[in-house]
């Protein structure tokens, strides 16, 4: 039988805020343990928490950007469960009136645009880190984290594989990138998502028992885990079983998941209304100006580069939904670089490059106005393409300019002219039989001889202008 | 109608701990308490949106900026077990 795979996301985000979600303490990663600590963030008892207002902000900014209704009276309450990761016991969350809902998020995947339903965006603060002793006996608990504002991103169950939920967990990052409310760096956990799976027959309106995956760190082990959890249920469908509802936990050094809790054993969070924050009340006019704020989205970015540059639309798709490349692309264009020649160089060349070292674009060491220079020492027919490969080459190196280095590797290409006659002269000389053979219908005798006067001239000869030379006395 | 087995839950869920005669006395409190919360159930409240805060104050917010955290001597002093750098609690894998 078929089936049908079902997913939904739940994507935690840390905000780049300077300061925690509910005291002045900095938010910042990998200081030395519980030194950005305070009594609010480390629930000692009677304090006050208060509400850190870029928060609200950027929430507010990204449910926007991914087309959110804004709620008008929200509120914070308070969720209630006991880990040591969490001081005080309870985490401040926000439970029925999230700060944004209803939206939606357009990814491009195989060639084509599929809509993402987003049910809710909210605030809330995220727990400390715990490091288990191996002794087997203890954990150490670091508080720096705890208080760090997350915003929590749902989906609707709308991926219908792991590559869709892959596409849009890239494109999630790219947007949250672009409008600057998070740093979403993977190795650094700012970027965490939890997975809802389920399967059912091919044909079925209701949707199969779901299971929920925790603990996912990266996109490639968020794809291992669905693909796994996919698989695991159909398994157990196959075999007449039934899917329980349960949480599991992914373990990515294992590639398998394992069973947390069943339903039975579900948490009951006791959430109510927190009485130590006030509710949040955001105004028409503050949310146009958040709106203000947003800069150009990956999709626009995605439907300008196409009918403003005439970039294909596979083109497009690469680096509008890659915030570094299409910075680096625009910059190049302001500098005066042609669209489809840079759109080339960065999604060959670049990207090679880029891939085995396992950098991203804003890793790239050079200005874009270099690699403006190096595509018009092309256009300018100074250089051939191949020698502009090797220059690039080069550029990831070191700092020269590209004319620079040109000059240092003798690659600059030949087109004077009577330079040029003179070594097709010579060629032809010792060739004396090519032109009774080119007439003979023998014309790749043409390509023989334009490689000879390449190979006389060390590379350097311009093929463009060897060509006609070469042809020009084949048929005297 | 409270039961035991809703005392019990509840303590449960509070990590608390009770003998036999306790849960009795509580289930009779529970019982009352609730009882007396649920006479607000008689007001009429047709028309009046719910809330969460008595006093019509919203938007108590903070600035973002950066204030000194605590010394992590002074973070640790009233821990009951900790190190020289951390809180040490009883070791849990979830």
Known sequence: MNYETVIGLEVHAELNTKTKIYCSCANEFGAEPNTKCCPICSGMPGVLPSLNEKVVESCVKAGLAMNCEITEYSKQDRKNYFYPDLPKAYQISQFDLPLCHDGYVDIYVNGETKRIGITRIHIEEDAGKLIHGLDGKESFADYNRCGVPLIEIVTEPDFRSPEEAHVFLETLRNILLFIGVSDCKMQEGSLRCDVNVSVRPEGQKKLGTRSEMKNVGTFKGAVKAMEFERDRQIAILEQGGTIQQETRRWDDAKGESVLLRSKEDA???????????????IQAETVEEIRKTIPELPNEKFKRYMDEYGLSEYDASLIAFHIYFAEFFEKCIQEGGNPKAISNWCLGDISKILKQKEQEADAIPFAPKALVELTKLVEADKISNTSAKKVLDRMFETDKSPETLVEEMGLLQISDNSFLEGIVDEVMAENPDTPAQYKNGKTNVLGFLVGQVMKKSKGKANPQMVNPMIKERLEK | MITKETVQYVADLARLSFDETSIEKFTKDMEQIIGFADKLGELDTEGVNPTAHSV?????????????????????KNAPEKDSEYFVVPKVVE
């Open chain 1, 267 to 281: 948490h009951d969070y006791r959430y109510f209304p927190e009485p130590d924050i006030m509710p949040i009340h």
């Open chain 2, 56 to 76: 019509p104050v919203y938007n108590v917010f903070r600035e973002d900026e950066v204030k000194e955290s605590f010394p992590r001597n002074e973070i640790l």
